[in-house]
């Protein structure tokens, strides 16, 4: 099992020491490491390359010569990448030591193309805050192609999967992602691939330890607690459009795929046609809030009830889009703060 490590760095100075130990750490030794600077202006590169001169595998550095952004620059890692297993590694995190050996063997056994665990939650100390980040992991199991909802657990700290994921579609045709101005990130790219394309394995075992501080990227807890909180009391008509030009854009690009010879043909062609059915459900959500006519608005806001779009519409969601968009109680002053048209 020949294991490359993608890593992404950016002003990690900080902790990007201990990481590395960790990495040289794994009873199952990384055939490479892989970095891509994104052009640190701290020590970051410095303690790269004192780590390679003494790194038990071997590491090579990319230095990026305009910023790509953090979901690019792991790409741009991971496609550089010579092994057919690939694991994300952030900068700032420390690695259990069985976590590539845990993760390879459940990937084999259950010839998925995606294997991914839960996490303990630290401060900048290190030191476990009580929190067991749990993203939709509930025990060992390995999920079939199509039964993952594509935004659910998407955590790339967390994963290792097949390298032939990086050649189906060019990354610069990503779609964006919903409700954020920005392509797909590496890790959600990558889960929607791998969750449509085949299967997807889940351990339960948490196997790294995940580092909290000001200058994270992602998993800001207070700030998604705020969103959670926002979510409760609006309506998010911008993301309801932005989810229907991702379904028709992931549907066009596994029908393409599709039509292309080789060995995910039938899979992509299943994807396809999940994914347009998907749009067919955010569509009928946008017509609630965008027809003219009452009784078309009432019709669509009917057939979001059957086209669910991989889980039931939960019943505030359904009061809300009836409320505000069947009977355009959102045209009103409050009902118009109510709906958010970002996006």
Known sequence: MNVSVAMATYNGAAFLAEQLASIAGQTLRPAELVVSDDGSTDATLDIVTRFKARAPFPVRILENDARLGFGDNFLHAAQACRQPLIAFSDQDDVWLPDKLRAAAERLEADRSLLAMHTLTV???????????????????????????????????????????????????RRPRQPGQDRPLSHDTWIYVLASALGAVSHLITPLILYRQHGANVSGQTRQRKRNRWRALIRVPIGEYREHDRFDADMARLFAELAARPGPYGDAAAQAAERYRQRRAYWASRVGVFDQARFGDRFGSFRR????????????????????????????????????????
């Open 122 to 172: 630290t401060d900048s100390a290190l030191r476990p805050t009580g929190f067991q980040w749990n993203p939709g992991i509930s025990r060992d199991c390995r999920h079939p192609p199509l039964t993952l909802h594509p935004f659910g657990t998407g955590w790339g700290n967390t994963m290792l999967f097949r390298a032939e994921l990086l050649g189906l579609i060019p990354r610069e």
């Open 304 to 343: 979001t009830r059957a086209l669910t779009a991989d889980a039931p519409l939960w019943i505030g969601s359904r009061a809300k889009d009836f409320v505000l968009g069947v009977t355009r109680l959102g045209s009103s002053p409050i009902g118009s703060w109510l709906l958010d048209q970002k996006m």
